[in-house]
């Protein structure tokens, strides 16, 4: 049983050392930020039609 908690902690730290690889590496970081800026100026588009 101590050996399962080691390979599931070692899978663990491994994984999170190599996300920003792998994010890195399939962009998704970078597609994040451009839909959140997306997102952010239709949000500012919708603000000043509603207030007209």
């Given amino acids: 049983m101590p050996i399962l908690i080691i390979y599931i902690i070692v899978f663990l730290a491994v994984f ?3 996300r920003e ?3 890195w590496y ?3 970081t ?3 930020d451009k839909l959140e ?3 952010r ?3 500012e588009i919708e603000n ?3 207030n007209r």
């Fill in 41 to 43: 100026r239709l949000a």
């Fill in 16 to 18: 999170l050392i190599t």
């Fill in 37 to 39: 800026d997306i997102s």
């Fill in 26 to 28: 399939y962009k998704s």
């Fill in 21 to 23: 690889f792998w994010c």
């Fill in 48 to 50: 000043r039609l509603n």
């Fill in 30 to 32: 970078e597609i994040k």
